[in-house]
């Protein structure tokens, strides 16, 4: 069993639409930072100030290789979206070599 870990970035605005996709996929375990600043390379500062306002929201989760090729495509879908162009969302795929169960 190869497994994966996706961590996806996104506007918290776009938070739910983000948890519905999990749910489609049937992923039931994660973990979430709600709130997280940074620069994004398209949607610029996301600082959480006057200056720059706005935040992100991390999420992080460990599934099966199968269902992280759904999940990425579905991601992808919504970063093409409009939606997605103007909250932003950027996720990366990594292998997990080892993990507890």
């Not at 996709?21 to 940074?38: A, D, F, M, N």
């Not at 990425?72 to 795929?93: C, N, T, V």
């Amino acid at each position: 069993m190869s497994l994966k870990l996706i961590t996806v970035y996104f506007n918290i605005s776009i938070s739910e639409e983000i948890v519905e996709i999990l749910e489609t996929l049937h992923i039931t375990c994660y973990t979430q930072i709600p709130r997280v600043i940074g620069v994004g390379k398209a949607t610029g500062p996301r600082l959480d100030n006057h200056t720059w306002p706005g935040a992100n929201s991390m999420l992080q989760t460990v599934v099966e290789e199968s269902v992280a090729v759904k999940l990425m495509d579905r991601l992808q879908a919504m970063r093409d979206s409009e939606q997605g162009k103007h909250s932003g969302i950027f996720a990366i795929q990594t292998s997990v070599e080892r993990a507890l169960q």
